[in-house]
């Protein structure tokens, strides 16, 4: 297989069109933890038939080593659109590079996507982002000292690697998801590199900062996203207080639970959003 992170996204989407039959798609949705079981219910309300394709049949991707995340991309038709959902990803501190932790974006793209919404699971250092509530990413903070645009220039075809990054988190898809659910409110992302959480002291900083939401993911693949002219809606889902500011340590279960429980709200959310594009 080619080395080149662009062409090996060409030659996943070209196993994603002879396998689900659909020649393009319209719209991606990668999900993170605590998403997987908003994917069942968006898949549910799909019209049509339901391809699974493994993340290994596919080329570049990686297999997840997180509970919560699958390896398997759907092919769904929702309300009139072909959606592509990525059940799971690959993040930095499962050691993985960022081309790899993108590939699917980048893939996505290849498969005609030019839309894409990007969910995660995140601690909150707002007071009013409470256990449970989807809040739409505004704007963040990438701390995680890496670009999936580092090494060598893009290949021919492609914009160049000095990206612009303003509005990266479309207020228009904003608005779009806010017609849906108008009571969401927006935050700062920060994406941190991980897997251990932050100090107490680290999130003080972060909030001094502007964060209002803390993770491990998204960061990477919106800037990805970007370069290859997507629009992208992020959306977080949290699932516990950031540290030093609840009365309890935080947890991975704590986060698969909270998804779990909101499950269905934030899977009618997608399905609502996806509906209005
Ligand atoms: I879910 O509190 C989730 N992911 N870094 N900090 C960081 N990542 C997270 C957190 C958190 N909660």
Redesign the pocket.
Known sequence: MSSDPFDEAVASAAVLEKRTGRRSHEVAVVL???WLPAADALSASATGEVVEVGFSELGGFRSPTVPGHSGVVRSIECHGHPVLVLLGRVHLYEGHSPATVVHGVRAAAAAGCRTVILT?????LNARMRVGLPVLIRDHLNLTSASPLAGPPPPEGYAGRFVDLTDLYSSRLRGVAREADPSLTEGVY?A?R?P???TPAE?AMLRSFGADL????TALEAVAARHVGMEVLGLS???????GLGESP?S?EE?VA?GAAAARSVGGLLGDVISRL
């Open positions: 993170g933890s605590g995660n699971a995140a601690g909150s920060a941190m991980g251990h959480y932050e999130i803390v993770g491990m993911s889902l949290v699932t516990n207080v950031a540290a935080v991975h986060v909270a």
